[in-house]
């Protein structure tokens, strides 16, 4: 329960005074709950008695249940809010935390996994808490209680059975959630299976319908189904011999006490008919509160899996470290890039892209990267822009990028990547992510020099984005206009005029010249026209770059 223990201490502070609240309610709920079967006692030692008596312990039993009912729904109802506030505050910060990982971790092809073990992470924290607020604690409590009464009516001899009973009953649901783990996490690993191919299928969707082959392309995602469904089905199998076991133990444990009550019963000092059925009703209580034990530790036993693999996301390794020095701002040549000789390789070893020489460009300049498609150009401009890590190679100001937190790389550096991605909802949103603000007047500036009229209206600014309609035109003038609103200091474009029409990217390339005139720019482009317009050419070709060109907008 240490995990149980860190949420509280990070995020329980602000309701320490509501759990203290919710806790004593939970004392007396459970109180109540533990109250009307030693009633129900008396009131069957007073039958055949003075009837007066006997309408005072009935009428007993109507206020301990109206009680309780005035309770426990205050009680729910503030420890839910207590547990779904931490973990919605915790949650953001796992989000958050996940959003800071390296580029590297969002190109990964399991995405589907790692959104399916992100989602069984947090609900297992969740479950945890639930259980440790609404079901250990209250069941503690009430084990509890049940013991001290049967203590002082029964003697030792019931709690030694039941003690002996309850350690069986541990011993077995260990055992069974043991055996039972490795059910678990095939089950898990089958519906990571499904996550990645259920992505996989329908990012494909059109091209699938378009051919005709939905039957085809959804294969391994059908065939992924039915490994789940038989998984799915041993572990069922192994959760149902895993409950009659522990059912058993129960059985058994509420015979013997039975069994002992009777011989209490009949024996000399003998116990009353109604401290009998206090004894039998109890002891039942009591072993339904370890059975809920077990289903806790059972689910603990589920966390620890879900939390291994949430913690492996977790730990993944951040984008920027967070502890980095800040980088501040001194002069114009703050701003200056330096790229090194390098050699860029993929993970598996081969090479990708190679520069023999040093290119620097001064704060302010306009550089365009040119050469043929698949010649490296795009992984030049994502090793400049911090994208694909190559350590000691660019440096920001003379610092090392790398070794620059990413709040103060990006205040530095705005990059539009070749295929933008957009979120729902209006433009604002969309693609200004309700990060850059701009006025409304700039905004129809530039929305009307991209001919962007199409899917943007001043007029109706909270109009959502028909993301998904959009062609790869308005996708690249959108990309464009998100970088000018971010209006950092250096800005990446990557084919900024790519799927634009002549007029049309005549008039994209005048309003870019324009409005990064005295801040750096850095151009992919097979756009030649207004080549003359930039102070460097830097040429790649299968892989290597060639050759820098300053051109002085000669």
């Known amino acids: 329960m240490k995990e149980v223990k860190q949420l ?28 009307p079967p030693i009633v129900i006692g008396r009131v069957i030692d007073q039958i055949g008695g003075e009837g007066g008596l006997l309408f005072y312990w009935l009428g007993l039993l109507i206020v301990l249940a109206l009680l309780k009912l005035l309770i426990l729904p205050w009680q729910s109802r503030y420890l839910a809010l207590v547990v779904q506030d931490m973990i919605r505050a915790a949650s953001v910060d796992w989000s958050q935390r996940i959003l800071r990982k390296d580029f590297s971790f969002f190109q990964s092809t399991r995405i589907g996994s790692v959104m399916k073990a992100s989602e069984r992470g947090i609900m297992a924290y969740e479950k945890l808490m639930v259980f440790a607020f609404t079901v250990v604690f209250p069941a503690v409590i009430e084990i509890s209680l049940i013991g001290a009464y049967l203590l002082t009516l029964a003697g030792w001899p019931i709690l030694l059975v039941l003690g002996l009973y309850t350690i069986l009953f541990a011993w077995v649901a260990k055992k069974t959630v043991r055996w039972r783990r490795p059910f678990i996490d095939k089950v898990n690993d089958a519906e990571d299976e499904i996550g990645d191919r259920f992505a996989e299928v329908f990012q494909s969707a059109q091209t699938l319908k378009i051919f005709g082959a939905w039957l085809s392309g959804a294969g391994r995602l059908n065939q992924a189904y039915g490994d789940y469904a038989g998984k799915a089905t041993n572990l069922a199998y192994a959760s149902e011999w895993a409950r009659t076991l522990k059912a058993t133990v129960i059985t058994l444990a509420t015979v013997s006490a039975l069994g002992l009550g009777i011989f209490l019963v ?73 790229i090194k000789p390098f050699k860029y390789h ?32 795009t992984t030049l401009s994502k090793i400049i822009a911090g994208i ?84 790869g035109g308005e996708g690249k003038r959108l990309s464009l206009l998100r970088g000018l609103a971010a209006g950092r200091p250096i800005t990446i474009l990557d084919e900024p005029t790519s799927a634009l029409d002549e007029h049309v990217a005549s008039q994209g390339w005048k309003l870019i010249l324009k409005e990064f005139s005295g801040r750096t720019l850095v151009c992919i482009t097979h756009d030649e026209r207004f080549l003359n317009d930039f102070d460097m050419l830097i040429r790649v070709d299968q892989g290597r770059v060639l050759k820098v060109v300053e051109t002085g907008k000669s």
């Open 388 to 471: 694909y890590k190559t350590r000691g190679v660019v440096e920001l100001g003379g610092r090392d990028i790398l070794k620059i937190s990413a709040e103060d790389l990006t205040k530095a550096m705005a990059v539009a990547l070749q295929d933008p991605e957009f979120l729902s909802g209006p433009l604002s949103r969309a693609v200004l992510l309700e990060h850059f603000v701009t006025s409304t007047e700039q905004l129809r500036t530039w929305t009307e020099g991209l001919f962007l009229g199409s899917v943007y209206s001043s007029d109706s600014p909270d109009r959502p984005l028909e993301v998904n309609g959009l062609s």
């Open 266 to 338: 009949g024996g000399e000092g003998a116990l009353s008919l109604g401290d009998f059925v206090v004894i039998f009703t109890l002891t039942t209580l009591f072993m339904g509160n370890v059975s809920v034990m077990a289903e806790a530790y059972q689910t603990l036993d589920q966390f620890k899996a879900d939390k291994f693999n949430f913690d492996r996301i977790l730990d993944y390794e951040e984008f920027r470290e967070a502890d980095l020095p800040a980088y501040k701002v001194t002069s114009p040549s703050s701003y200056d890039l330096r």
């Open 8 to 35: 509280i201490l990070k995020y329980g502070q602000k309701h320490l005074a509501t759990i203290l609240l919710v806790a004593l309610a939970v004392l007396v709920a459970r109180a109540l709950g533990v109250l």
């Open 346 to 377: 993929t993970p598996e070893g081969k090479l990708i892209l190679e520069s023999p020489f040093e290119i620097s460009i001064p704060f302010g300049s306009k550089v365009a990267i040119v050469g043929r498609t698949g010649s490296g150009k």
